[in-house]
């Protein structure tokens, strides 16, 4: 009965570890699409940051996902 509750509480965990990326990911996704009104010789610099970031954030996305099965 207690393995139960342990399990749930597990995956409530992971449920909440994963929220937070997933609402970085929508900012950089909305940023990313800002950045398209920037001049081109501006533009370049802040969507690769954006890209590497946003990266980041799916590596640590599918790792918590990975945690939870």
């Known amino acids: 009965?207690?393995?139960g509750r342990e399990r749930g509480y597990g995956r409530?965990?992971?449920e909440s570890?994963?929220?937070e990326?997933?609402?970085?990911?929508?900012?950089?996704e909305e940023a990313r699409g800002l950045s398209r009104n920037f001049a081109f010789h501006r533009r370049?610099?802040?969507q690769t940051k954006i890209?590497?970031?946003?990266?980041d954030v799916d590596?640590?996305?599918a790792g918590l996902r990975s945690d939870q099965r």
């Open 1 to 3: 009965m207690t393995e």
């Open 51 to 55: 890209g590497e970031t946003l990266e």
């Open 44 to 46: 370049v610099r802040p």
């Open 12 to 14: 409530q965990m992971v």
């Open 21 to 28: 990326p997933q609402n970085v990911r929508l900012l950089l």
């Open 17 to 19: 570890q994963l929220s």
């Open 59 to 61: 590596r640590q996305i």
